[in-house]
């Protein structure tokens, strides 16, 4: 099956600075890659995917950036605010052949915006 | 749109009994219904994948005996935790999409606390 390796497991920046976190996936069948914010206690929010297609995507200050020879995915956030604190997580998932199939999280990266 | 709700948002019961927990998309049809775990700190585990009207797929390692899916309509899935035990203490996250879409989208959880 698919494993999604992510780092750091917490980053933490000053506020205005960037932040980059990277994941890696094994299974290079795998052509759907989400990333989610999730606060304490709140269900994940998706802020940006990207498909195997694509190599680059970008909304305002988030970017994610797709390396498919290398295996590899980063989330950028530019221009960072105290209220993008949270955890964050990368994901993987295939869907060859419409079968249904859920998404293999990384482990997540604790993000601090440091005021 | 897009919304996804959970019910209960938090359950405490005594070992040895069941739950259920429902799933309920609210504003559009999902023809895919994904259960996930998630421990204190840890990233979210996928248990299984249901589809309106057939049978889940279990991942490895989860007991199908034990966590029982039901996904009898296009709006709702259950997933019941049966004789609990105090390790089944966890966050119980649904996710659902429609059609050819690979965007899930997340409920707000369920807090299992199993005495």
């Known amino acids: 099956g698919e494993n999604v390796e992510q780092h750091p497991s917490t980053l933490s920046v000053q506020e205005g600075d960037s932040a980059v976190i990277k994941c890696t996936y094994s299974?290079?069948?795998?052509?759907?890659f989400p990333w989610y914010k999730q606060e304490l206690g709140k269900r994940p929010q998706l802020i940006i995917d990207i498909r195997s297609n694509v190599g680059e995507k970008k909304d305002q200050r988030i970017a994610v950036t797709l390396n498919k020879t290398a295996k590899h995915f980063s989330l950028h956030i530019t221009e960072t605010q105290p209220e993008d604190s949270a955890v964050y997580f990368c994901a993987a998932s295939s869907r060859s052949g419409g079968g249904a199939d859920g998404l293999t999280f990384g482990k997540g990266t604790h993000l601090i915006i440091q005021p | 749109g897009a919304v996804v709700s959970q019910h209960p948002s938090w359950v405490i019961c005594k070992s040895g009994t069941s739950v259920k927990i429902e799933c309920r998309s609210l504003?559009?049809?999902?023809?895919?219904m994904f259960w996930y775990r998630q421990f204190p700190k840890q990233s979210l585990m996928l248990m299984a994948t249901?589809?309106?009207?057939?049978?889940?797929?279990?991942e490895q390692g989860v007991e199908k005996d034990k966590f029982l899916i039901n996904h009898a309509s296009l709006t709702l899935s259950t997933l019941t935790v049966t004789s609990a035990h105090p390790e089944d203490s966890s966050f119980y996250i649904c996710s659902a999409r429609w059609g050819g879409e690979e965007t899930q989208y997340f409920g707000p959880g369920t807090r299992l606390l199993v005495l």
């Open positions: 249901s589809n309106e009207g057939s049978k889940a797929t279990y």
């Open positions: 504003d559009f049809q999902a023809t895919t």
């Open positions: 299974d290079s069948a795998s052509n759907y």
